[in-house]
């Protein structure tokens, strides 16, 4: 049977939360639906917590820190834990490329690569056991031995969007783990299905009980895991809006917090870049998970005197994709993940025409699809920086293009915003490429297209978020560090002559 025509859910207790080890009960009977973003139809129930359900997931996870064997392990043997979670997560790669396309959207093709990606993500962190310097000697002024250490933060609370799931578990998860923190791990109530995944991998592997807990909430109840001091940081990937809130409430007891939030990126496109082969790699990227990714590269800056070529050129590219059923192979974008983003969505392109900006295709649903929740690739030209479309994060397959004066006020406009999560740089020339990306406050940017490196870190300028997720970046906020001052070396600092 074809995973289009295959509605079954691949886990095994949609009903229960995984805490300390163990599949509970909840402490009520309420749960929540997930639609089918092709079909409307309810695809999973699953329970949802209360305050209860949250309290008994941060009291497993604190004691699990303070008094089980995780933080107490080498760093070698939690490293096998974290390949072993790797290997799970692959051995389920079927049931991920169900899950994701009727949770999110995106097509099948990108969702059979997401097991393969998670398993890269904890190989990495494993890894870093023998590379990451967790201890080193040091020189105190006053005399002495001196050693600073890296440990664990904590009990960490990992809250994960709905639009990819299984990357985003893994990048918080991985480095979390390694590091020696327990985890509560808060499913999206659009997307919770890879939550359950993760947790049937945890078992699987023997994790230590309480190393490892998770639940599905929404966001009144999840607040309580921000709120609450047995939870020493919090690491969340979402909106800005909620990312505000979070900080605020962190800021408040001095939790620890990780921040992965908002874009409105900017391509800015050099006079020397051909606009055909950048329209289509712009419209192929703003496919991906139809355009539900904050890294987007939603702002295309382009001087003057070639805005309507790149309108043009883009309006070409986007009327050509193929939007359709995940499942369908001919597909090459998806439905958004609910009926309520297709409407923040169809909002957005309505503030567009009001404003004045071209429509130049696209702006409404696909006309052969009444079911899902679709909206077509759209462009919009003669768009002003400062208006709503331009600085507000869509979260859809909406392109605005801006006339530039010129290429410095090109990267003007493109600094112009409260974000600084992603951008790219369009020219046949690495130099200028290399001097424009310097100029650019944002955390990534790409060369000639939508281009990103989880293992060189991932991560916001201004209200784009706090710290990075990936690479050797992404470990240290899950690390504290500690001064050691000692009257002398221990034995295995005896042969350190540098000393």
Known sequence: ??????????????????????????????????????????????????????????????????????????????????????????????????????????????????????????????????????ERPARP???????????????????????????????????????????????????????????EAAEAVGLPPG?????????????????DPRVDKITFTGSTAAGRKIASICGERIARCTLELGGKSAAVILDDADLETTAQSLAMAECLLSGQVCASLTRIVVTRSRHDDMV??????????????????????????????????????????????????????????DRGWYVEPTVFGNVDNKSVI?????????????????????????NDTIYGLHGAVFTNDVERAREVAGQMRTGAIGHNGFKSDFDMGHGGFKQSGIGREGGVDGLLPFLESKAVLLDGPTARYHQHTEL
């Not at 958004?336 to 702006?363: C, D």
């Open 390 to 414: 331009a600085q507000e994060e869509i979260f859809g397959p909406v392109l605005s293009v801006i006339a530039a004066d010129d290429e410095d006020d090109a990267v003007r406009i493109a």
């Open 211 to 227: 190393v490892l807990n998770v639940v599905t909430a929404d966001r009144e109840v999840s607040e309580l895991l921000v709120r």
């Open 312 to 369: 043009e050129a883009l309006a070409a590219a986007f009327s050509k994709v193929k939007v359709g059923d995940p499942f369908d192979p001919s597909s090459q974008m998806g439905p958004l993940a609910a009926e309520r983003q297709r409407t923040r969505v169809e909002g957005y392109i309505a503030k567009g025409l009001e404003t004045g900006a071209t429509l130049a295709t696209g702006g409404g649903r696909p006309k052969d699809l």
């Open 141 to 199: 002024a006053r005399g002495g031995f001196g050693l600073i250490i890296k440990e664990p933060v904590g009990v960490v609370g990992a809250i994960i969007p709905w639009n990819a799931p299984m990357g985003l578990i893994s990048m918080k998860l991985a480095p979390a783990l390694i590091a020696g923190c327990t985890v509560i791990l808060k499913s999206s109530p659009e997307a919770p299905g890879e939550g359950y995944l993760i947790a």
């Open 1 to 134: 049977m074809s995973l289009a025509n295959d509605i079954s859910v691949p886990i095994r207790h949609p009903d229960r939360f995984f805490i300390g080890g163990q599949w509970v009960t909840p402490s009520s009977g309420a749960t929540i639906n997930v639609i089918d973003s092709h079909s409307e139809d309810v695809y999973l129930t699953v329970a949802e917590a209360q305050a209860a359900d949250i309290d008994r997931a941060v009291s497993a996870a604190r004691e699990a820190f303070d008094n089980g064997p995780w933080p107490r392990l080498t760093h070698a043997e939690r490293a096998g834990y974290l390949r072993a979670l790797g290997e799970q997560v692959v051995k389920r790669s079927a049931d991920i490329a169900q899950m994701w396309p009727r949770e999110s959207g995106v097509i099948a093709a990108v969702a059979n690569g997401a097991a393969f990606g998670a398993k890269h993500t904890f190989d990495y962190y494993a890894a870093l056991a023998d590379t990451f310097q967790w």
